[in-house]
């Protein structure tokens, strides 16, 4: 299964890389979320949380599998409010100060964490750590260090790419271009 692609694409931060990791699509191979899930699950194991919320979308149901398979409660941060019904940006049972656990999937700037971490905590919630699948190590985990948030990392994209080298699935020059590119593209 790839969830690793090379070429150029566009960046959320609007950079353009030439390696994408597209963990979307882990949805449908749930062996492979569930092993997310429990890699996320045991980075976190030291971290103090009430509950946990998923970055929208991607890290969604990979939290959710962690809620379920460990009866830990999850809120649901939504991306946009909706003009109807309650419209809250933060669904879900939760106390005034409960320390939320945040779930990533990958940070390049940190940069969406951040927009989660403001809206859980515009909602009551207090989210000053989180756990996340994969660090592109352009910045993000010095980005939210710098602002008092805790991430821990599962795997570095540096890490990824050494043992897709040796697995011989990229070939030698597409490690170090994009190795390169990360070096010559941190964002902090």
Known sequence: VSTQSTGEFKLKS???SPVYCDLRVLVSIP??????????????RDMNYKCICGVPYTALPIATVISV?????MVIRRKEMKDYGTKKMVEGIFEAGEDCLI??????????ILET?????????????????????????????????????VFKISEILSILRKENDISQETEEKTL??????KLF
């Not at 062996?31 to 976190?44: C, F, N, P, Q």
């Not at 390169?180 to 593209?185: D, H, L, P, Q």
């Open 14 to 16: 609007g950079i353009m």
């Open 31 to 44: 062996r492979l979320m569930r092993d997310a899930a429990t890699l996320l699950h045991e980075a976190a």
């Open 69 to 73: 398979d460990h009866n830990i409660p």
């Open 103 to 112: 779930i990533e999937d990958v940070i390049t700037t940190g940069g969406s």
């Open 117 to 153: 971490v403001a809206i859980l905590e515009q909602a009551g919630l207090s989210a000053k750590e989180g756990v996340v699948l994969m660090d592109r190590e352009q910045g993000g985990h010095l980005n939210l260090s710098n602002n008092n948030f805790n991430i821990k990392s």
């Open 180 to 185: 390169e590119f990360i070096e010559k593209n």
